[in-house]
């Protein structure tokens, strides 16, 4: 029998030869290079007499840094809510044929994308500067009332955010083939149902992805609040390390929560995009949509 006649799944060899794997001897060196990087820095951490260890258990489930972690939260949820539903409108009015429209939805993505969050931030928490107070009719309300920390903090974060989610939105209804719009208006689908029925679905398995990474961003991000002192987990941990001088240890227990925190959200976005995965195998539920109005037709 000839090598190429070697029956398939087995490798054809010579009589007195053995297969020797290669061995990547560059690989091996620069992991074992790693390896010894990355164990002396955690020998020269652990063996810091200036860290009290003991001092992250302490903190770690402190009420007060508990609150700071639900506010984090808070901030992440109702940010990207807002954000979300916000991108939308402005990616639709970025792809409106209305030069207004889409004007305006495009200065809009480029301010907010061109400017610093952290400006952001400082300048709704300082608008009361030039707008001391909001006057209409009968109506008197002080902006220091109005724009708290809080709704400083949150302001910027859902507007900032949004820009960024309206170009991931119209990325995603780019995507979708503009022949299921079209076949979607001949069978008497309004713009609304088109867009709700048969395009946005489709756009999902695009738009999920970013926005889940986005999502996991504004987890970290949320902790520029602190300049504005708005009690989320960074400034809770500052106003403590502020009064025992346990910096390094508290800025440890922070980094804890947010790994714990985006790992809880990498899991879910995996698990999303795994169900967005499974439905490619099968009927999309436009197809269905423009199926059954076909037949009915």
Known sequence: MTVTDAPAGRTPTSPGLRIVPARYWGQRFGAALLMAIVLGFAALVASSRNVQWNAIGTYLFDPTILDGVRLTLVFTVLAMAISILAGIVLAMMRLASNPILSGFAGFYIWFFRGTP??????????IQLFIPAI????????????????????????????????????????????????????????????????????????IIPPIGNQTISMLKTTSLVSVVAAQDLLTRVQNIYAKNFLIIELLIVASIWYLVLT???????????????????????????????????
């Open 135 to 206: 006057e209409v009719g009968p109506l008197h309300v002080e902006t220091n009332t109005l724009i708290s920390a809080f709704t400083a903090a949150l302001l910027a974060l859902s507007l900032n955010e949004s820009a960024y989610v309206a170009e991931i939105v119209r990325g995603g209804l780019l995507a979708v083939d503009k022949g299921q719009g079209e076949a979607a208006t001949a069978l008497g689908y309004t713009p609304f149902q088109t867009l709700t029925r048969i395009v946005l679905p489709q756009a999902l398995r695009v």
């Open 117 to 126: 969050l952290l400006v952001q931030i400082i300048f709704w928490f300082n």
């Open 263 to 297: 790992t809880a959200a990498s899991l879910g976005q995996s698990w999303i995009e795994r169900r967005l995965g499974r439905s490619d195998r099968a009927p999309s539920k436009a197809w269905r949509i423009l199926g059954a109005a076909g037949r009915q037709g």
